[in-house]
């Protein structure tokens, strides 16, 4: 399994931006799916998550801003994220869990200047 983050760049706050996780398999074949970041200093954690059936989760600090979702067509996953603060920045990070296994892409960075 490969998966390819793309779509991150330097943007102002209060911009916008979308990234995009293209995979290499049927992404409805994964159990879950998800967008992870990790700021300078600090650990990875959890920014959105998506499952086959379509739930979503969010952390508390995105709710309301981004947004997660799925194009299975083009086995694609995308997270939209609006209102953009300074810590948002990050690496992006997109991962697959199929089965069991954890599958995670390369990240995309993303950077919100105040």
């Known amino acids: 399994v490969q998966l390819q983050a793309s779509g991150g760049g330097l943007v102002q706050a209060g911009g916008s931006l979308t990234l995009s996780c293209a995979a290499s398999?049927?992404?409805?074949?994964?159990?879950?799916m998800g967008w992870y970041r990790q700021a300078p200093g600090k650990q990875r954690e959890l920014v959105a998550g998506i499952t086959r059936i379509g739930r979503t989760n969010y952390a508390d600090s995105v709710k309301g801003r981004f947004s997660i979702s799925r194009d299975i067509t083009d086995n694609t996953m995308y997270l939209r994220m609006n209102s953009l603060r300074p810590e948002d920045t990050a690496v992006y990070y997109c991962n697959a869990d199929l089965a069991g296994s954890i599958y995670w892409g390369l990240g995309t960075q993303v950077t919100v200047s105040s």
């Open positions: 398999r049927s992404i409805y074949s994964f159990d879950a």
